[in-house]
């Protein structure tokens, strides 16, 4: 039967892609792409980069399909609704790719960072019926894990939680009583701007490339500096990865 492998390729740094992950590379007959509208070139690139740098012998071939437009709802529940519509869509055309391949062939999805952490893909092949594969999952280095590496913190206070949540979700249900340390991921609208004063602040942006930016510090006191380093570096380069660490300052 035919297999996919879904593979973590860590956060941007290709020294960040594993021994593990270079083996899973070197089985794969074919490496599928979603090709998103406007997507950033440079990940494209990196992906190949990591291809022609990682794979020995002959090169697996590349198979590319348009990645379905994500629609935008007004409403939570709208919003909720469009998700579900772009994964079923999403989900056909990967069973199109999959099928395309022969039935004892191999196929792999190369995926930023770690598979598991704010990447669809495991569900939406979940979603398959109409083709017959296994799927194995490769981990990979994390945004969250590169950031701390880089700001060289740990992510948790001794014995403590982390909360790992979304820009949008910070905005809107600010931080839980008895959370001290929150990793923001996903936040186009710059949501520390929201979180108390009593918070440090690890921000980092393209973490892991030529292009890393990191500030820290009290978050009153950095918040303009972030958001003026992040304009800057978004209208230079066109597109923005960044991801923070809030800190409850110990008193
Ligand atoms: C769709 S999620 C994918 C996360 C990925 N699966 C991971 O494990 O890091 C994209 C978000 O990850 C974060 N991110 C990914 N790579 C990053 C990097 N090199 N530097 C900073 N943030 C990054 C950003 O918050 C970005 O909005």
Redesign the pocket.
């Known amino acids: 039967v035919r297999t996919v492998l879904l593979i973590g390729i860590g956060?941007?740094d290709p020294e960040y892609v594993t021994v593990q992950a270079i083996a899973a590379l070197n089985r794969a007959d074919a490496i599928f792409v979603l090709e998103k509208a406007g997507e950033e070139a440079d990940l494209i690139a990196l992906r190949r980069e990591i291809v022609a740098r990682y794979v020995e012998g002959d090169p697996p071939r590349f198979v590319a399909a348009a990645d379905p437009p994500r629609a935008r709802g007004a409403t939570p529940e709208a919003q909720r609704e469009a998700v579900a519509t772009w994964r079923a869509r999403r989900a056909e055309v990967c069973a199109g790719l999959i099928e395309a391949l022969d039935p004892h062939e191999v196929g792999a999805f190369l995926?930023?960072?770690?598979p598991a952490?704010?990447?669809g893909m495991i569900d939406v092949l979940g979603a398959i019926s109409s083709v017959e594969f296994t799927i194995e999952v490769v981990p990979?280095i994390?945004?969250p894990s590169?950031?701390c590496a880089r700001h060289r913190i740990p992510m948790n206070r001794p014995g403590g939680a982390v909360l790992i949540t979304t820009g949008r979700r910070l905005r809107d249900d600010g931080i839980p009583d008895g959370i001290d340390d929150v990793v923001v991921?996903?936040d186009p609208d710059l949501a520390f701007r929201g979180a108390p004063d009593e918070f440090d602040i690890y921000w980092?942006?393209?973490?892991?490339?030529p292009d890393e930016l990191l500030v820290a510090g009290p978050v009153r006191a950095v918040e303009e500096e972030i958001a003026r380093v992040r304009s800057e570096a978004r209208a230079r380069k066109g597109w923005m990865?960044?991801?923070y660490l809030l800190r409850r300052r110990a008193h």
């Open positions: 956060a941007g995926l930023w960072g770690d952490l704010y990447d990979g994390d945004a590169a950031l991921m996903l980092g942006a393209y973490v892991g490339t990865f960044d991801t």
